[in-house]
């Protein structure tokens, strides 16, 4: 299997690899994009079976976390861009955050994770498989059973 994962943070990448493997045993392919102009050009690419996108991303992986190097809703820009091009890899949103305030996207409302799927599921249809609060309660429970649903459709 052929997987993408954008994600900037370590420990978490290290997290939902080890529970990719847990539920898919068997070789893996992983590319890792660590930010989002790595993630733009990346999704791009075709052939991924499975594509996890987190939300809060640097830019050009700078390391700021304020300002022009961060993202906060990065990842959507990359699921935006896969709807604009009618890429249709399965995708899985897994955020630490669970509200987001974007002033150039929302006009400074604050969208929850759930208003953040529901955009996800507009943009991409079938291939939108859900989102997961990483560090909720029994989150990684709630990933697995996500791998595992969609992977018996």
Same mark, same amino acid.
């Given at each position: 299997?052929?997987?993408?994962?954008?994600?900037?943070?370590?420990? &978490?990448?290290?997290?939902?690899?080890?529970?990719?493997?847990?539920?898919?045993?068997?070789?893996?392919?992983?590319?890792?994009?660590?930010?989002?102009?790595?993630?733009?050009?990346?999704?791009?690419?075709?052939?991924? *079976?499975?594509?996890?996108?987190?939300?809060?991303?640097?830019?050009? +992986?700078?390391?700021?976390?304020?300002?022009?190097?961060? !993202?906060?809703?990065?990842?959507?820009?990359?699921?935006?861009?896969? !709807?604009?091009?009618?890429?249709?890899?399965?995708?899985?949103?897994?955020?630490?955050?669970?509200?987001?305030?974007?002033?150039?996207?929302?006009?400074?409302?604050?969208?929850?994770?759930? *208003?953040?799927?529901?955009?996800?599921? *507009?943009?991409?249809?079938?291939?939108?498989? +859900?989102?997961?609060?990483?560090?909720?309660?029994?989150?990684?429970? &709630?990933?697995?059973?996500?791998?595992?649903?969609?992977?018996?459709?």
């Amino acid at each position: 299997m052929k997987i993408l994962i954008i994600e900037d943070v370590q420990s &978490k990448f290290d997290e939902v690899r080890s529970i990719i493997v847990s539920v898919f045993p068997g070789l893996h392919t992983f590319q890792r994009a660590f930010n989002l102009n790595e993630a733009e050009d990346a999704v791009m690419m075709p052939g991924w *079976d499975l594509v996890i996108v987190d939300l809060s991303m640097d830019i050009n +992986g700078s390391g700021a976390m304020q300002g022009a190097g961060h !993202a906060t809703l990065g990842g959507l820009d990359v699921l935006e861009r896969m !709807a604009l091009f009618k890429i249709a890899h399965p995708t899985i949103v897994v955020t630490g955050f669970d509200s987001f305030q974007d002033p150039d996207r929302f006009d400074n409302a604050i969208m929850n994770l759930a *208003d953040i799927s529901g955009l996800a599921s *507009d943009w991409l249809g079938k291939s939108y498989i +859900g989102s997961v609060r990483y560090g909720a309660a029994n989150w990684n429970r &709630k990933f697995s059973r996500m791998l595992q649903q969609w992977s018996g459709s």
